[in-house]
C-alpha cells in the first residue's frame, strides 16, 4: 500500500527558510542538493511511513504519534492519519524545536 504524503504550509515554509539560508551561508549548489535530498526523503515515507523513530518532545509536549526521520542534520517530523503522512516541521537539529513550535502556534 501506498500513502500520500502531504506537507504542511508550515513544513514548506520551514524548507523555504533553510534553502535561504543555505544559499546566503553557503551557495546555489549546497541548498539545490539539500532540497533534493530532503525531497527524496520526505517522498520516501509514501511507501515506509512508520519506520521513523517517535519524536519523543512532541509527545511530553501533549502531541503524540509524531514521528521522525533524518536527512543528514535535519530533522523531518510527521504523523500519519489513515493513508496520508502530514509533514509538519523540517528543522535543524540544533534548532529548538519548542520555540518552532510555539512561533507555528501563534501564527
Known sequence: ???????????????DE?????????????????FNNLVKSIESLAK???R?????ELAEWGAPGYR????????????????TVFVRF?????RDLLDLLERRLLE
Open 90 to 94: 523540517i528543522v535543524h537539529e540544533r
Open 68 to 83: 521522525e526521520i533524518r536527512y543528514a542534520s535535519f530533522r523531518i517530523l510527521y504523523h500519519v492519519e489513515g493513508d
Open 52 to 56: 521513523g523513530r517517535p519524536a519523543r
Open 18 to 34: 533553510i534553502l535561504t539560508w543555505i544559499r546566503e551561508n553557503d551557495s546555489d549548489h549546497a541548498a539545490r542538493q539539500v
Open 1 to 15: 500500500m501506498s500513502f500520500q504524503v502531504k506537507v504542511t504550509p508550515g513544513a514548506a515554509n520551514d524548507l
Open 48 to 50: 515506509f511511513p512508520h
